[in-house]
């Protein structure tokens, strides 16, 4: 991961829906200046994601967003209305916006991208979860195996802030 505690997130465009239409918009202009969580992952109804990241920042979104955290944000390498799919399924509701990064762009741009063509997924992004304020990392966690979530988890992130 070339990205640091310290940085600027870099302002690149990404998808999420709007009103059921695939909307392009700039990262920064997603994630706004408050203090957000953005969690990224492999892949919408991958095993790891849907079992255990997730669904942990589901249960634990309201606690998280009592530690002054303003929104939760879950980035993965597939399309808005998949991401909307599962989303819905998972009952994200006001609780997580799900944001896609189809072409890899953020993905790649902070050095996120592993592969996974070996497994038919192609390229992916590793596991991460990153606390956000005013634009910059204060802390990043990232996993070394994308098949673990225990650093990257809701649990862990609620036990720093």
């Known amino acids: ?18 009103d059921g239409e695939s909307q392009k918009n700039k990262l920064r202009e997603i994630l706004g200046k408050d203090k957000i969580i953005l969690f990224g992952l492999p892949g919408a ?7 255990l ?4 920042f589901v249960v634990n979104a309201d606690r998280i967003k009592t530690k002054g955290i303003k929104n939760i944000f879950c980035l993965s390498v597939n ?11 998972n009952n994200t509701e006001n609780k997580i916006k799900m944001l896609s990064d189809p072409y890899l762009s953020f993905t790649k741009a902070i050095g996120a991208e592993v592969d996974r063509n070996s497994k038919g997924m192609g390229i992916r992004s590793n ?4 606390v956000i304020e005013n634009l910059k990392v ?7 195996e994308t ?5 990257t988890s809701a649990e862990s992130l609620l036990n720093k802030l």
């Open 147 to 151: 098949k673990e979530c225990g650093l």
């Open 53 to 56: 990241h997730l669904p942990g």
């Open 138 to 144: 204060i802390s990043i966690q990232v996993e070394k």
């Open 127 to 130: 596991r991460y979860a990153m």
């Open 1 to 18: 991961m070339k990205l640091i505690i310290g940085d600027q997130i870099p302002d690149i465009e990404i998808f999420h829906l709007v």
């Open 79 to 89: 399309d808005p209305y998949v991401m909307n799919a599962w989303g819905e399924i």
């Open 45 to 51: 109804f991958t095993s790891t994601c849907s079992k």
